[in-house]
């Protein structure tokens, strides 16, 4: 009986904090983006490192050209190479009073935000073909209309040599416990945890490495379920 009266208050919870991000949309993003990617800031350093040591488009060393889909509260700012040109492209711009916060804590007036694109992923109107050194996307797959749309424009985009970063939950398909609280959320708030390297595999890009890493603080699991 006891893990009923749980998954009752789990499910209260979500709920809850759902109704509350409709309202204050844009204060909860900035406070829970913070505390989800304070969780995997050390993986995210070196990942970031990794992929950036091959980037081959950029052989004249000029800025680099950043693209980067679901900005957020621009966490991934402080990652980004020295005098970097960045392009942001999310479905809305409420996020902007918090980015530039961001900016300003991370010191990065270095970087030059030189346009922001409010389009969904599927199209990136304005963007050309050709045109990014790196693309940047974190947990935004699960929220998309059309997962093969959204790699295609990202092949698009990139200059030949460019690489992508990404960081995407999954569906845990070798842990039971996890995958019976994913599948329990999935109920609750939709379509969430879905298998991520079977959908990035079928993407177009040339070259592909994908890597597991857990996040084993449950209460950023969550958060990150009810942003998605």
């Known amino acids: 009986m006891v893990w009923l009266y749980l998954l009752g208050g789990l499910i209260l919870v ?12 844009g204060a909860i993003l900035n406070l829970i983006m913070n505390f989800i990617h304070s969780n995997i800031e050390t993986v995210k ?19 680099l050209e950043i693209l980067e889909l679901g900005i957020g509260t621009g966490e991934n700012f402080r990652h980004f190479p020295k005098g ?7 479905k809305t711009d409420l996020f ?7 900016i300003k804590k991370n010191n990065r007036n270095d970087l030059n935000v030189s346009k922001l ?10 963007i050309e073909s050709d045109s990014m050194d790196l693309v940047v996307h974190t947990f935004i797959l ?9 790699m295609n424009q990202v092949y698009r985009v990139l200059k030949p040599g460019g690489v992508c970063i990404f960081m995407e939950h999954s569906i845990d398909n070798e ?4 995958k019976i609280l994913q599948k329990i959320m999935t109920v609750v708030l939709g379509d969430r945890f879905l298998d991520m390297r079977k959908i990035i595999s079928s993407g177009p890009l040339e070259e592909l490495q994908l890597k597991n890493y857990e996040m084993n603080n449950i209460l950023a699991v969550i958060l990150q379920e009810v942003l998605s």
Not at 121 to 126: C, K, N, R, S, T
Not at 142 to 150: A, G, I, P, Q
Request: charged share 30%.
């Open 14 to 25: 979500l709920v809850t904090l759902q109704c509350l991000m409709k309202i204050y949309f």
């Open 84 to 90: 970097s040109n960045v392009t942001i492209l999310d």
């Open 45 to 63: 350093a070196k990942l970031f490192d990794e992929a950036i040591s091959k980037i081959k488009s950029n052989k004249k060393n000029d800025r």
């Open 142 to 150: 699960c929220s998309v209309d059309d997962h093969l749309k959204v």
């Open 96 to 102: 902007l009073p918090y980015l530039n916060e961001s």
């Open 117 to 126: 694109v409010v389009s969904k992923a599927e199209e990136m109107v304005g």
């Open 175 to 178: 842990n039971k416990p996890r």
